[in-house]
């Protein structure tokens, strides 16, 4: 089959998990057999065309005139992938399939679909109105009414858990049939290779002290606030630990100064951007991976620290709620609730015989649920149920030439 993706990051440009579900999906695709090209954003020392792996990867440059606003550059972005896409297609022949991720590339894969009269799919991440509570300006609007519209112009929607599948249907009144749940997956290889290295862990910790990690962008939706505000009782009960976050975003700022108003500064570290090397390895060093988020339609970071063998606590909210089964394969803290997410971290620490078996047992969640190689398969199967129905429906422009001997 061969399928053409839009997604406005791919590695080694990552904005937030779509990157990372889009690259891994895309080689799991290709390295079964089908061909698989992903237009997406050029960044700085990165190849225009390339073979990545399993995949033909095209990264376009928007145009070189100042946007006045994001919403203005998204515009710029869907220009550029037309004329990728449409090149492509132009010169390597038609497509199967279109999948569209987000929002950002509606656009272009709306305009290519009907112009080439090609399927498409679309997999909604999270939406505008789930990270804002709700829609309350003009520019929130816009983009609500985006995504409405890239649901609307899809044959099926995929959503990565049932939190999200009652949002998309609730909020853009779609109908049961048109909404699949196929979860995001994680590379199960992912850690292989890596194990403690107490030598980097010192750059971040003392071998007395334990380790509780975050990583992820520093905004408020994240709840890194949360966990900041959870470390005093921490401190209370077990001193000897470090909390370690990795990451950055507008946030970054107030938490440091939140810190040191708070006087627990000595027991943070704040990594800022760190690469993927030394984030594998910072997931290795930890004892703790923590993610207190208030809005996660997924949560792909705690599958990785699943993968990394590290126990994790999740807040109950969305789909960290739905991976995580509290007190069996990791801890479930009450949403925005620095006690309850205290409680769960000092359980982990106080008790490492329960902390292991939740981490054996999140291990085995990874291999049976939450592998690419199962969910590659399911997403497949959609596209060929999508391909055998678009088929057997009269859903395709009339062509031009039919419309003006008509007349």
């Known amino acids: 089959m061969r399928i053409l993706m839009l997604s406005w990051e791919y590695p080694p440009r990552i904005v937030g998990g779509i990157s990372r579900v889009v690259h891994d999906l895309a080689q799991k695709l290709g390295e079964d057999g089908s061909e698989v090209h992903v237009v997406t954003c050029w960044e700085p020392g990165t190849k225009e065309i390339e073979k990545d792996k399993n995949v033909f990867v095209y990264r376009v440059h928007t145009y070189e005139i100042s946007a006045n606003n994001f ?6 972005l869907n220009f550029a992938l037309i004329e990728q896409s449409v090149r492509l297609i132009n010169e390597m022949g038609p497509f ?3 999948h569209a991720h ?3 590339v509606a656009f272009a894969a709306r305009a290519l679909k009907h112009a080439h009269s090609i399927p498409l799919v679309s997999t909604i991440h999270a939406t505008e109105h789930g990270r804002n509570w709700g829609i309350h300006n003009d520019t929130q609007r816009y983009i609500n009414s985006i995504e409405w519209w890239l649901t609307y112009e899809s044959w099926k929607v995929i959503v990565n858990s049932e939190y999200m599948k009652n949002e998309v249907k609730g909020i853009f009144n779609l109908p049961e049939d048109k909404v699949r749940v196929i979860p995001n997956g994680v590379d199960i290889n992912k850690f292989d290779g890596y194990s403690r290295d107490y030598g980097f862990r010192r750059n971040f910790a003392g071998d ?3 380790i509780v990690f975050f990583v992820g962008r520093l905004v408020h939706e994240k709840g890194v606030h949360v966990l900041v505000d959870s470390i005093p009782k921490i401190l209370t009960y077990y001193n000897d630990v470090k909390f370690v976050i990795a990451g950055k975003g507008p946030q970054l700022d107030y938490l440091k100064g939140k810190v040191i108003s708070m006087g627990i500064s000595s027991k943070m570290y704040f990594t800022g951007y760190i690469n993927d090397g030394d984030l594998l ?10 993610f207190p988020s208030l809005y996660e339609p997924f949560g792909i970071v705690a ?3 699943m993968v990394a063998d590290v126990p994790v606590v999740v807040s109950d909210t969305g789909g960290l709620g739905e991976i995580v089964n509290h007190g069996i394969d990791g801890m479930k803290a009450y949403t925005g609730n620095s006690n309850s997410l205290a409680d769960c971290i000092l359980e982990i620490l106080y008790n490492p015989q329960k902390a292991d078996d939740m981490r054996k047992k999140a291990h085995d969640k990874i291999n049976e649920t939450y592998n690419w190689d199962i969910i590659s398969k ?5 596209y060929e149920q999508v391909l055998d129905e678009s088929g057997r429906t009269d859903w395709k422009y009339p ?3 039919d419309l003006l001997e008509q007349k």
């Open 102 to 104: 987000d929002w950002i």
């Open 208 to 210: 007395n002290e334990k």
């Open 71 to 76: 919403t203005d550059w998204v515009l710029q």
């Open 399 to 401: 062509k031009i030439k």
């Open 281 to 290: 390895k910072l997931y290795k060093c930890a004892d703790i991976a923590v």
């Open 303 to 305: 599958l990785e620290g």
């Open 378 to 382: 399911q997403i497949l199967k959609l």
């Open 96 to 98: 199967d399939i279109i």
